[in-house]
């Protein structure tokens, strides 16, 4: 099925540092989310936005919707070793017909070191 | 509040044998999903449900079966389990298909 192109990977950084992440796609989405999943649990919503260009902000983190309705992006500023885990994009057309489900990028593994 | 309750947390069948993965959720919400999830794979849809009295397949639903039960109730049967079935399945709701989904903590299943 159609995913989501995330990058990086996986990122390894220090603690207090920034860290920026995207998703791309070939397709424009009505709706971009980005979740958090901790080790051993199920990923939990982060921030959702569904304005092209909105940029929206949750404590440290901050999310952009592009312009294009392409792609997206996370930030986290002053990392702390807590941001450890994995960071999912998903993307969401509503003018799909019943194809209204979430395309889901494939992940940032964000390791931090203390 | 509970959110999504997924159970069991851990199992290990062997190949041929059946189980079903029971999920509720207390928030009223009306779609509910099976996901699940492998190295490298991301989340991949099994099946879902936009509403009670609905189920719809997803990407990956060969081997499996679903039930919704009632609003908050959606269970995933394996009837015959095989190896590549072992992986971390996770159960979500969102209050319609458009909505954000909320995920269960979800069910390590190993098929031996």
């Known amino acids: 099925g159609q995913q989501l192109n995330q990058s990086p990977q996986s990122m390894f950084i220090q603690e207090g540092e920034d860290v920026s992440m995207n998703c791309t796609s070939s397709s424009i989405f009505n709706t971009w989310l980005w979740y958090k999943q901790d080790p051993g649990e199920g990923p939990v919503l982060l921030i959702a936005?569904?304005?092209a260009g909105e940029l929206t902000s949750n404590g440290r983190l901050t999310a952009q919707f592009g312009i294009t309705r392409k792609d997206s992006f996370l930030n986290i500023s002053a990392s702390i070793p807590s941001d450890v885990g994995i960071y999912f994009c998903a993307g969401q057309r509503f003018n799909a017909g019943n194809n209204r489900k979430l395309i889901w990028g494939l992940g940032t593994s964000l390791a931090v070191n203390p | 509040n509970a959110g999504v309750t997924q159970t069991p947390k851990f199992q290990v069948l062997k190949t041929g044998q059946s189980m079903t993965l029971q999920c509720a959720q207390d928030?009223?919400?009306?779609?509910m999903y099976w996901y699940r999830q492998d190295p490298g794979m991301g989340l991949r849809l099994i099946y879902y449900s936009a509403s009670e009295g609905t189920t719809d397949k997803g990407e990956v639903p060969n081997g499996y079966n679903v039930s919704r039960l009632n609003k908050r109730e959606f269970s995933l049967r394996l009837e015959s389990a095989a190896p590549s079935q072992t992986s971390v399945y996770f159960c979500?709701?969102?209050?319609?298909?458009?909505?954000?989904?909320?995920f269960g903590s979800g069910t390590q299943l190993s098929v031996l």
């Open positions: 928030m009223n919400h009306n779609s």
């Open positions: 936005l569904y304005k």
């Open positions: 979500a709701s969102g209050r319609s298909l458009m909505s954000e989904l909320f």
